[in-house]
T-cell receptor, first 111, second 117 residues
């Protein structure tokens, strides 16, 4: 099935650094979601975006719904060890439709 | 709120046996549940959409006779992997959408790691 392209594929950062990642699609979506997955666990919802241009924060996390409706961005400020994991974006066209997931960004914090 | 419980978390079985995985919404009703499959270091791939009281809708390439889905109530969906083979070994994750809140949010179970020997 279709997948969204996430960039970068992986990141190696030091604790305290800020993180930026993005998600792009060849087609538009009307809802963008960001999830975090820890090893051996299901994804946990971080932020949901419903409107083009929308900027939403959840603690140290900030996500934006791209104005073209074809991309979204996630920023994490002042990273901490528990931020380690895989971050997935997901797009949805309509309220009752399935989600299309991104390829994931793996975040690692270097001691 | 919005807790999805998935059981078992891990199962090891012999080739040829069938395995049932349960997905329950604990504190909400879910008209729609989704079943995903995830291989190591890969993204989630949707297998099927399960609607309460009706037949599941399978994604292209997913064998409906191989992966039986039953959504008997607003809080329970089951996935049965029939006659499992080693290539069916994977991480299976269910998710649910809160009834009346079709705004896109999906809540996920903790996943089931299936290993077929």
């Amino acid at each position: 099935g279709q997948q969204l392209n996430q960039s970068p594929q992986s990141m190696f950062i030091q604790e305290g650094e800020d993180v930026s990642m993005n998600c792009t699609s060849s087609s538009i979506f009307n809802t963008w979601l960001w999830y975090k997955q820890d090893p051996g666990e299901g994804p946990v919802l971080l932020i949901a975006l419903y409107k083009a241009g929308e900027l939403t924060s959840n603690g140290r996390l900030t996500a934006q719904f791209g104005i073209t409706r074809k991309d979204s961005f996630l920023n994490i400020s002042a990273s901490i060890p528990s931020d380690v994991g895989i971050y997935f974006c997901a797009g949805q066209l309509g309220g009752n439709e399935k989600l299309t997931f991104g390829t994931g960004t793996r975040l690692t914090i270097i001691p | 709120g919005a807790v999805v419980s998935q059981h078992p978390s891990r199962v090891i079985c012999k080739s040829g046996t069938s395995v049932k995985i349960e997905c329950r919404s604990l504190d909400f009703q879910a008209t729609t549940m989704f079943w995903y499959r995830q291989f190591p270091k890969q993204s989630l791939m949707l297998m099927a959409t399960s609607n309460e009281g009706s037949k599941a809708t399978y994604e292209q390439g997913v064998e409906k006779d191989k992966f039986l889905i039953n959504h008997a109530s607003l809080t329970l969906s089951t996935l049965t992997v029939t006659s499992a083979h080693p290539e069916d070994s994977s991480f299976y994750i269910c998710s649910a959408r809160v009834r009346g809140q079709e705004g896109g949010k999906l809540f996920f179970g903790s996943g089931t790691q299936l290993s077929v020997l």
